[in-house]
């Protein structure tokens, strides 16, 4: 499957994005979808992620309650959408494509970078203090 990312820009905190991850060479539906960021200096770090059917979603401390992950299986594509975003949130946003899991996996399988083998080629989100 191959991942492009797409939506990411320069915003004023306070304000919001909607990023987007369009997927080609097979259907979404046969794979756990997840968001990493990395900032300049640190490493790749969870964002959220949202399971092969829709069914769960999970969300990073740093990001709940202000953000949501969301998929369109007719246009093959998952969603990030952003609010309220905090300097804090400049990062390069990376899309990742992982094996579906099954029903007894925790938190943990979803959040965890070693899941996903697929990934974007990142789209930068820079917020303005």
């Known amino acids: 499957v191959q991942l492009v990312e797409s939506g990411g820009g320069l915003v004023q905190a306070g304000g919001s994005l909607k990023l987007s991850c369009a997927a080609s060479?097979?259907?979404?539906?046969?794979?756990?979808m997840g968001w990493f960021r990395q900032a300049p200096g640190k490493e790749r770090e969870f964002v959220a992620a949202i399971t092969w059917n829709g069914g769960r979603t999970y969300l990073s401390d740093s990001v709940k309650g202000r953000s949501t992950v969301s998929r369109d299986s007719a246009k093959n594509t998952v969603y990030l959408q952003m609010n309220s975003l905090k300097p804090e949130d400049t990062a390069v946003y990376y899309c990742a494509a992982g094996d579906r899991g099954t029903v007894l996996n925790r938190s943990a399988y979803y959040t965890n970078r070693q899941t996903y083998a697929y990934w974007g080629q990142g789209t930068q989100v820079t917020v303005s203090s």
């Open positions: 060479g097979r259907t979404i539906s046969a794979y756990t």
